[in-house]
Nanobody
Framework: QVQLVESGGGLVQAGGSLRLSCAAS????????MAWYRQAPGRQRELVAI??????NYADSVKGRFTISRDNAKNTVYLQMNSLKPEDTAVYFC???????????????WGQGTQVTVSS
């Protein structure tokens, strides 16, 4: 089995910072892309940031404020969020494309989500 477990969410005032972590565990052979998505109430889930190899991409709304990074040795992806705004309030989900040991091909996995609330 494979699990993605997020941590680091919480309540913060506007202008503050939070760092999210997502650790992938289980019988993992390899991980390709890792990403963070978010979903606010009444809205569709949207891509926040993604890292694949040496490439990173961000949603326009978070460019210059959020940074995605990855520790391949720990199968962990991070999202450093600075200058947070009330409109960043959402449930943040970790996502990964990975291959399981002994299983051919790649599959996409989701974490359970972590709440980020930014007060004005």
């Amino acid at each position: 089995q494979v699990q993605l477990v997020e941590s680091g969410g919480g309540l913060v005032q506007a202008g503050g910072s939070l760092r999210l972590s997502c650790a992938a565990s289980g019988s993992i052979r390899a991980i390709n892309a890792m990403a963070w998505y978010r979903q606010a109430p009444g809205r569709q889930r949207e891509l926040v940031a993604i890292t694949r190899g040496s490439t990173t991409n961000y949603a326009d709304s978070v460019k210059g404020r959020f940074t995605i990074s990855r520790d391949n040795a720990k199968n962990t992806v991070y999202l450093q969020m600075n200058s947070l705004k009330p409109e960043d309030t959402a449930v943040y989900f970790c996502n990964a494309d990975l291959a399981r040991s002994g299983v051919p091909g790649w599959r996409n996995y989701w974490g359970q989500g972590t709440q980020v609330t930014v007060s004005s």
